[in-house]
């Protein structure tokens, strides 16, 4: 009897390619149970919206399992490009503030504004002194100081101006255009903030790259949040309008129905075309490039230039997101970006569905916003019990600040959920399927 069997015979006696997909349907039966009980317990309105932030949220999980799970790239600054979407779904969508635009600040700005792209123009310019016979030593030094003081220069003029806006209009105000635009340019300057970053940390290790990127996140937040000039800074700004009808007009679980529904749509479009390029020559190369960079290297695959592609995507998903969310929230609040909220939850969302696997990716963003969510009330309720047990039995005293301690519950089950997926599906509820071909 001939023992030996192919690849493809092992892969069709597997029946990985042609079984019934049971596990997906099992965890989005158990999903979708939760959700309903949601409803039964916390209303339409409430439910509503939490499955309204976890689609949000689903797409800044999208845009770093590309990263992550096709790449092997380790983003540790999701926040700041959910920042800069949502700024840039602020400034594009408030109205017009005419106490600027009507002055003559407008120009000034502007002006300084070229100024600083001259002075950066320039920068450029001295670091290619070399090619006209100045030693690389001197032209590194010449570049250096030319950069210290055109920033001071820059900076000071910019600080005169800035202060003139504070004093006299308050900020800058919006466009004054529909929110969707914002979407789109926040995702291109997130996407453009990830070129940037790319070209330089991109040839970091992943431990180094996942410093760069938290750093670069920090540095972002912190712009925003002392740019009263720009964005108001700790004041805030809201509310933001939506693209769809608002509460005022439909009510809350009708109007929040239909922006889910548009945030449905967004999902599908996006999971459309991620995975029309996973399956693409382009998809495969990229997950060789992951699993063997030296290997793919050596076939004449550009390597730094398909990681950075990769990067750049994942930073335009998280910039949409961005601006998606905090068009739903109706507010801009530099200070309400958080590490643990807007990078660390979205990492536990891949981790928990799958990184590289779309469909596990968008259950883990749902399932884990899920718990974050209700772990707070489902606490409290339960100190609420214990609290009257032990007044009934041993005549405690209930503590004053049972909301607060509930809130902390949060942090405490997020860290037990993730403990328990490294330990018993390190690859996700979902893990990502390679197909190999014969």
């Known amino acids: 009897m001939n023992m030996t069997r192919t690849h493809s015979d092992n892969r069709d006696m597997s029946g990985d390619t042609r079984r019934f997909p049971l596990r997906p349907v099992i965890l989005f039966g158990i999903l979708l149970v939760a959700v309903l009980g949601v409803y039964g317990l916390m209303g339409a ?13 689903a797409i800044l999980a999208l845009g770093l399992t590309i990263q992550w799970g096709y790449a092997g790239q380790f983003n540790a600054g999701v926040m700041g490009f959910v920042a800069l979407g ?3 779904a602020m400034f594009f969508s408030i109205p017009v503030n005419e106490a600027f635009w009507g002055s003559e600040l407008p120009g000034e700005l502007g002006l300084v504004l070229v100024y600083g792209i001259v002075a950066v123009a320039l920068v450029y310019a001295a670091t290619k002194l070399d090619r006209v016979g100045i030693p690389k030593k001197l032209r590194s030094v010449i570049a250096v100081l030319l950069a210290v003081v055109l920033y001071l220069v820059v900076i000071s003029l910019l600080r005169d101006v800035t202060a003139e806006i504070e004093s006299r209009a308050g900020f800058v105000g919006g466009l004054g255009l529909p929110p969707w635009t914002g979407w789109i340019v926040g995702g291109a300057l997130a996407g453009g903030v990830g070129y940037f970053i790319g070209r330089v940390c991109l040839g970091l290790r992943s431990d180094y790259l996942a410093i760069a990127t938290l750093g670069i996140a920090e540095i972002i937040k912190a712009f925003l949040k002392n740019s009263d ?10 509310p933001l309008p939506w693209p769809t009808p608002g509460p005022s007009e439909l009510g809350f679980t009708l109007s929040r129905a239909i922006y889910l529904s548009l945030t449905a749509v967004i999902i599908a479009v996006m999971f459309f075309l991620l995975h ?6 382009w998809g495969r190369m ?3 490039i992951r699993d063997n960079e030296i290997s793919s290297a050596a076939m004449g695959k550009n390597i730094n230039r398909r990681r950075l592609e990769i990067f750049v995507f994942g930073c335009i998903l998280m910039g949409i997101g961005g601006g998606v969310l905090g068009t739903f929230n109706s507010l801009f609040d530099p200070q309400g970006y958080l590490p643990l909220n807007h990078t660390f939850l979205v990492l536990v969302m891949v981790i928990l569905g799958g990184p590289g696997n779309n469909l596990g990716t968008i259950f883990g963003a749902v399932a ?22 032990g007044e009934n039995a041993f005549g405690w005293d209930a503590p004053g600040n049972m909301d607060s301690r509930a809130l902390q519950a949060r942090v405490l089950v997020i860290g037990l959920l993730i403990t328990l997926v490294l330990r018993f599906a390190p690859k996700g509820l979902l893990p990502e399927k390679v197909k190999y071909h014969d």
């Open 368 to 389: 884990v916003y899920i718990i974050w969510i209700m772990s707070e009330p489902l606490a409290l309720f339960l100190m609420q019990l214990a609290v009257a047990f």
């Open 86 to 88: 949502g700024f840039c």
């Open 276 to 281: 029309r390029a996973y399956h693409a020559p």
């Open 45 to 57: 309105a409430y439910s509503t919206r939490m499955l309204v932030e976890a689609a949000c949220y």
């Open 229 to 238: 000039w720009l964005t108001r800074g700790t004041a805030t700004v809201s």
């Open 286 to 288: 990229i997950r060789a």
